[in-house]
């Protein structure tokens, strides 16, 4: 009978439980061989600092998904998109939708920033995938959790093409 009533405590109380995900089905501070494990596939490098993996998904959006590590404990990640369109245009479109994305899970976010270098496009928002292409626009939207910074970002350059990033970091406060 009272190991009903404690384990009864316990489930009420949350006591024991882990505490939810910072990204994917990791933890900050994981170790680099728990990530390799929880990510069930090699990766396509490893470093003393870094595990990269190639084809991996942020919802519909192929992308390549670089981990950080300090001390060999999990610190920070970058989901790096792998889509090459055709259209500039269409990479501004991915971004709105990647903030839709994030703004469902995160809340508004708490930074919206945009950084013309040029304004040639800047009242023209049919033309700001252009502008991101020829480096006169950058984007980048943050969003805070208790425990991460979440980071989207868009930037170009006329003969690399545009990329588009999301940065998941580490509250340095966290373990305080």
């Known amino acids: ?12 109380t949350g006591y024991g439980q882990q505490p939810e995900n910072d990204l994917r089905s990791l933890r900050w501070g994981m170790p680099s061989k728990e990530v390799q494990a929880a990510e069930q ?7 003393d600092t870094t ?3 190639r084809q991996r998904w942020f919802y519909s959006f ?3 998904v670089k981990f950080a590590f300090v ?14 369109h055709i259209r500039a245009q269409q990479h ?15 809340g508004a976010p708490s930074g919206d920033y945009w950084s013309w270098n040029y304004p040639l496009y800047k009242d023209r928002p049919d033309h700001y995938g252009d502008a991101v292409l020829l480096s006169h626009l ?13 980071t ?25």
Do not use: C
């Open 138 to 150: 950058t984007r980048s939207s943050v969003w805070e959790t208790p425990r991460t910074v979440i």
């Open 51 to 53: 595990l990269l993996y």
């Open 1 to 12: 009978m009272i190991l009903v009533v404690l384990a009864l405590f316990f489930q009420l």
């Open 92 to 106: 501004m479109d991915d971004y709105q939708t990647l903030v839709r994305i994030l703004s469902d899970r995160y």
């Open 71 to 84: 001390n060999d404990q999990l610190a920070g990640a970058l989901y790096i998109f792998t889509d090459r």
């Open 41 to 47: 596939s090699a990766p396509h490098r490893i470093t």
């Open 152 to 176: 989207l970002e868009m930037s170009g350059k006329p003969k690399e093409g545009i990329y588009t990033v999301i940065s998941y970091a580490k509250k340095n406060d966290i373990d305080k």
């Open 62 to 64: 192929p992308a390549s």
